[in-house]
């Protein structure tokens, strides 16, 4: 019953066109299929003027990225740009997100995260971090909802797709965890561990080719 539920959520987030193609790693941990992929906890300074437009160009380059290191590089350039709240309140409660995180005080992290998203709906990487800890409590319910609030407002977000990814996978529906790692690289082309993962996934879904 809740893998049905489940499997119906995502189909509706697919039919609202939400799931757009991007996602990110997924490090395999143990007693588990992987880790939720997060910011880095060193990221460059980033210009503040007009994320948005900085964004796109960031996507593009992305794609057009020649090696590894420079697709990195511009990785952490998003991972900045979307971390700015342009709220110094939201931005002392995600410092404090991080610390419970830390100490791995999850339920406090959350009650933090909660009240994020009440003073800034618009701040993207709090209902992502919101989704990673549900996804860590195996709470996938909540963790598709946050998912859905972080896609509205950026399509891209390799983060929370990723998670999307890994819901799919622990929940045992293979195909559809396929389809979204195959739109994560038509957006990061030099995503790690995402080539591999849809190798092996594609075996497992379509079997080898002859």
């Known amino acids: ?3 049905r539920f489940l499997a119906t959520a995502f189909a509706a987030l697919l039919a609202t066109g939400l799931a757009a193609p991007a996602i990110a790693q997924a490090p395999e941990t143990p007693g588990g299929n992987g880790k939720w992929v997060e910011p880095p906890k060193n990221l460059p300074n ?3 003027s007009d994320p948005d437009k900085n964004l796109d160009f960031l ?3 992305l794609k057009a990225a020649p090696d590894e290191e420079s697709a990195k590089a511009i990785e952490h350039r998003i991972w900045a740009l979307w971390m700015i709240s342009r709220s110094d309140t939201a931005n002392l409660l995600m410092t404090r997100v991080r610390k419970a995180v830390e100490d791995k005080d999850l339920d406090l992290a959350l009650t933090l995260l909660d009240a994020i998203v ?5 701040y993207v990487e709090a209902w992502n971090r919101r989704a990673t ?3 860590t409590k195996k709470d996938y319910g909540r963790s598709i909802a946050d998912i859905r609030e972080v896609l509205r407002r950026e399509p891209r977000h390799f ?3 990723s ?3 890994l819901i799919l996978k622990d929940i045992g529906d293979e195909a559809q965890a396929l389809e979204v790692f195959r739109r994560a690289l038509a957006v990061h082309p030099r995503l790690e561990r995402i080539p591999e993962m849809v190798e092996k996934l594609s075996i497992e879904v379509e079997g080898r080719s002859i």
């Open 46 to 48: 980033v210009g503040r």
């Open 159 to 161: 983060g929370a797709l």
């Open 1 to 3: 019953m809740r893998a």
């Open 133 to 135: 800890i549900h996804y």
């Open 118 to 122: 009440k003073i800034r709906p618009d």
């Open 59 to 61: 996507f593009g380059a």
């Open 163 to 165: 998670g999307l990814g």
